[in-house]
């Protein structure tokens, strides 16, 4: 049996914290609760335009630790441990 893995956790590159209001850089935070934060932040202020957004988390702005990583991405999902 296999255990479980860890949620993926995310934190914010110091370089773009002006970009993020609220949020403290170097700080590890489960990466799901963080994009839903960025995102009630934005529908309250009324830019949300979710046609436009690839991802709540850019990775360019975030760094990333644990679980299996974004959906879509080529990770563990659908693949065989032999491929």
């Given amino acids: 049996m296999t255990s479980p893995q860890p949620a993926r ?5 110091p370089e773009f914290a002006d970009h993020y209001p609220g949020v403290e850089p ?3 935070f489960t990466a ?5 934060h960025l995102l009630a932040r934005m529908l309250r202020q009324g ?4 046609a436009r957004i690839p991802r709540m988390l850019d990775p360019e702005h975030f760094e990333f630790r644990g679980g ?6 080529q990770g563990a999902l659908g693949r065989r441990s032999d491929d």
Avoid: F, I, Q
Wanted: charge should be negative; avoid cysteine; proline fraction near 4%.
């Fill in 9 to 13: 956790e995310a934190r914010l590159r």
């Fill in 26 to 28: 170097n700080v590890w």
């Fill in 32 to 36: 799901a609760t963080l994009a839903e």
């Fill in 47 to 50: 830019k949300a335009d979710l």
């Fill in 68 to 73: 299996d990583g974004p959906l879509g991405s």
